[in-house]
């Protein structure tokens, strides 16, 4: 059974840094591609970052592009968001999600491309 727990959020003030974690469980998680999404209130679920299985490759929303950094840990199942100079736009709940198939060349960035979510963490920025 997936099992995806993310940890990290909070409340901090515009410029500064949060770094969500993301624990998975349940599958394999070297061989999948992880992404990170977040949703504002009133507003649709959207993609932020994405690493391919193999961890080299990485996209970004444009709206992060230059401040947010996604890593991936294989010896510990972890897949981390590290978010820097947060601005109040970025407040919104987190989710980590695992890919719904093994992709060996493309970093998945659609809601539709993944299959198992976490339960979401609340980031607030503060101006």
């Known amino acids: 059974q997936v099992r995806l727990v993310e940890s990290g959020g909070g409340l901090v003030q515009a410029g500064s840094s949060l770094r969500l974690s993301c624990a998975a469980s349940?599958?394999?998680?070297?061989?999948?591609?992880m992404g990170w999404f977040r949703q504002a209130p009133g507003k649709d679920r959207e993609f932020v970052a994405g690493i391919k299985w193999s961890g080299d490759s990485t996209r970004y929303a444009d709206s992060v592009k230059g401040r947010f950094t996604i890593s991936k840990d294989d010896a510990g199942n972890t897949v981390i968001l590290q978010m820097n100079s947060l601005k109040p736009e970025d407040t919104a709940v987190y989710y980590c999600?695992?890919?719904?198939?093994?992709?060996?060349?493309?970093?998945?960035?659609?809601?539709?491309?993944?299959?198992?979510w976490g339960q979401g963490t609340q980031v607030n920025v503060s101006s």
């Open positions: 349940g599958f394999p998680f070297s061989q999948f591609a």
């Open positions: 999600a695992s890919d719904r198939q093994r992709r060996r060349y493309i970093t998945p960035t659609l809601v539709r491309d993944f299959n198992s």
